[in-house]
């Protein structure tokens, strides 16, 4: 009798294990996503108001996995000369297919101070460098997949007009 409590016990045991795993998350059940590759394709001023200016980005995002990711929305921050410069929201729905691209849309924003203090750091530089981090917010609903996939990226654009 004292060997099928044992079982009983170690069944429960293992039953609410499983329970708890799944419905927290558990990393370890989930599908690994590498984080994809995202830089900045275009950005376009749309409006200077007198205490921000509003920025248009498109955001190239490259899927590095073998599952399309299914975006539901994504957030950034942008800095420029390591200072933060402008952070935005977009909630785009797209489908980007395995080992496929796809461009992002976003607004950001950035006060007109900030932006002044982007602008000044830019003087005698013939190199401007930039900062990218976020999180694109995935949907689909599974719980084999995480909510959301944080993102860096950095580059740097030469300011300096190209002469022949």
């Avoid at 170690?10 to 795993?21: G, P, Q």
């Avoid at 955001?59 to 073998?66: E, G, K, Q, S, Y």
Wanted: charged share 20%; proline share 5%; hydrophobic share 40%.
């Amino acid at each position: 009798m004292r060997h099928f409590q044992i079982t009983q016990h170690a069944c429960k045991f293992v039953f609410l294990s499983i329970v708890i795993m799944s419905l927290s998350g558990c990393a370890g059940f989930g599908t690994r996503l590498e984080p994809p590759r995202i830089n900045i394709a275009n950005i376009q001023v749309q409006e200077i108001k007198a205490f921000e200016a509003i920025f248009q980005i498109e955001l190239r995002v490259i899927n590095t996995n073998d599952i399309p990711l299914e975006i539901k929305g994504l957030n950034c921050d942008l800095e420029l000369n390591g200072k933060r410069f402008a952070s935005g929201v977009s909630n785009i729905e797209k489908k980007i297919p395995p080992f496929g691209t796809d461009i992002l849309p976003i607004t950001v924003y950035s006060s007109v101070l900030g932006m002044a203090r982007g602008v000044l750091s830019l003087h005698g530089k013939e190199k401007l460098k930039y900062g990218l981090n976020g999180r694109l917010r995935l949907g689909g609903n599974s719980m084999m997949m995480p909510s959301a996939i944080p993102f860096k990226s950095s580059g740097e654009m030469t300011l300096k007009p190209k002469t022949d």
